[in-house]
T-cell receptor, first 112, second 110 residues
Framework: NAGVTQTPKFQVLKTGQSMTLQCAQD?????MSWYRQDPGMGLRLIHY???????DQGEVPNGYNVSRSTTEDFPLRLLSAAPSQTSVYFCASISPGANVLTFGAGSRLTVL | AQRVTQPEKLLSVFKGAPVELKCNYS??????LFWYVQYSRQRLQLLLR??SRESIKGFTADLNKGETSFHLKKPFAQEEDSAMYYCALHRGSTLGRLYFGRGTQLTVWP
């Protein structure tokens, strides 16, 4: 049981480049979410999904796209990276019947 | 609007001293509150949740609806408690939509 797996662990982009952060979970959790962690700001919800084919915006969705074609995968896309998107990104899923998040190891993104 | 407030960005205590990490929230309904912890080079993980009413690693937290607080306490801090602590609030009916505070970095000195 791998839990929540995020790739890549580290990434450096130039302004304007696009990329996708991958997130996969093997626990058959319906709910998945993406957070960004910034110093002094805590964790802020970017997008979330309550099941395959269903996504919704969180607190800071601008500049990010998501899709949920399968229960297992929830990729986060940056279409045109900006320096303000330099952050650590966490994917998380929730087990049924609880509001307890299981987090991935994080992806550190630097946009130059 | 800040839904979860952790007023201390940094907190330092000596080993064996009591420690209290403060958390206040804004929500008029019935909240569900959590403390998450991130140890150095480890994943964020749940420490405790108020509905469990349990003590984890010697930590306890009591929900005070009158003061809208959920402070995390431990009577005798240990060096291994050094970590970043986040208070989180779930409100409403949307499963999993948690609001996190800005975090408190706890350092326990030997």
């Amino acid at each position: 049981n791998a839990g929540v797996t995020q790739t890549p662990k580290f990434q450096v982009l130039k302004t304007g480049q696009s990329m996708t952060l991958q997130c996969a979970q093997d626990m058959n959790h319906e709910y998945m979410s993406w957070y960004r962690q910034d110093p002094g700001m805590g964790l802020r919800l970017i997008h979330y999904s309550v099941g395959a084919g269903i996504t919704d915006q969180g607190e800071v969705p601008n500049g990010y796209n998501v899709s949920r074609s399968t229960t297992e995968d929830f990729p986060l896309r940056l279409l045109s990276a900006a320096p303000s998107q330099t952050s650590v990104y966490f994917c998380a899923s929730i087990s049924p019947g609880a509001n307890v998040l299981t987090f991935g190891a994080g992806s550190r993104l630097t946009v130059l | 609007a800040q839904r979860v407030t952790q007023p201390e960005k940094l907190l330092s205590v000596f080993k064996g001293a009591p420690v209290e990490l403060k958390c206040n929230y804004s929500y008029s309904g019935s909240p569900e509150l959590f403390w998450y912890v991130q140890y150095s080079r480890q994943r964020l993980q749940l420490l405790l949740r108020h509905i469990s009413r349990e003590s984890i690693k010697g930590f306890t937290a009591d929900l005070n609806k009158g003061e809208t607080s959920f402070h995390l306490k431990k009577p005798f801090a240990q060096e291994e408690d050094s970590a970043m602590y986040y208070c989180a609030l779930h409100r409403g009916s949307t499963l999993g939509r948690l609001y996190f505070g800005r975090g408190t970095q706890l350092t326990v000195w030997p």
